[in-house]
């Protein structure tokens, strides 16, 4: 007797994912060769959004159009006005920047690259003394932030050398970004993990960097990067003292902006790089293919 032929699970499983967001993270642009072929990677198979558009439809407004794609950049690297600016311009791609407010305007380091080159350069501190291997920064990352503080401040004194400048964003940046159709948004004041802050630090991360970024754009500030990741209910409640309508966390995971009631202050990303292999973005693009969401755990929605 002839069995009867099980329909193809594709054509479900592809209408049930197409709603999915995913929210794609750079944290640099050292190439723009190499992203714009990955933004046109993007273009072939996604469809880019603003934050404004994913805004408004987790807060019940008009709905994402299928397969939508939001590039992010984390940390505010230089290279986001230098390299990838143009090529998202060429391409009327918006995306969202979120920058350490207080390192715009300076030429100095991001913490972690300053206490790895300190280190290497002989620098001691008591808090790492008997530390086997290991990130340096992972370890100064995990320590309550004062204790951090003090640990940067001993290495620089007793490295050999001090860390080499490092032009961070300008307040012309920012405001060219602006002006080309970009959105600014916070990553702290100074990239402090927030768990790791006392209460008052706390604050004077979310909100200290907030009131630096909205008086150096003059434009309101909506969106928040949580450094290092973390999730932390005290600043949620002040992002929402605040007015922010979204923050995000790199979990891996894609967004369902329609299932159930999505926490618009705990957003998933999904990190790329210039390094990412071409697998990886297709896998994060394309999570209504069986292969690719094997490919790409965490792509559920969430």
Known sequence: MRQPTLASPVPLLRARTSRRLAVLTFREAHDSGVFAAQLDRVLRSATPVSVGQVQRAMSGGAPLPPHSVLITFEHGHRDVVTQALPVLAARAVPALVFAVAGLVDTDDPYWW?????????GGWARSLSGRAGGSVAAALAAMPDPDRRRSLAELRVTAQHRAPSAPQLTSADLHHLLDAGMNIGSHGLGHARLDRCDDYALREEVVGGHQRLTKLTGAPITSFAYPDDVHDLRAVSLLRELGYTSAFRNDG?????????PDSLCISRVRVGTKTARSRLDAA???????????LRGAEAV
């Open 113 to 121: 690259d300053e206490a790895d080159f300190l280190v290497a350069e």
């Open 285 to 295: 693009l394309s999570a209504w293919s069986p292969s690719a969401s094997r490919r």
């Open 253 to 261: 995971r894609l967004v369902d902006p329609y299932s159930g009631l």
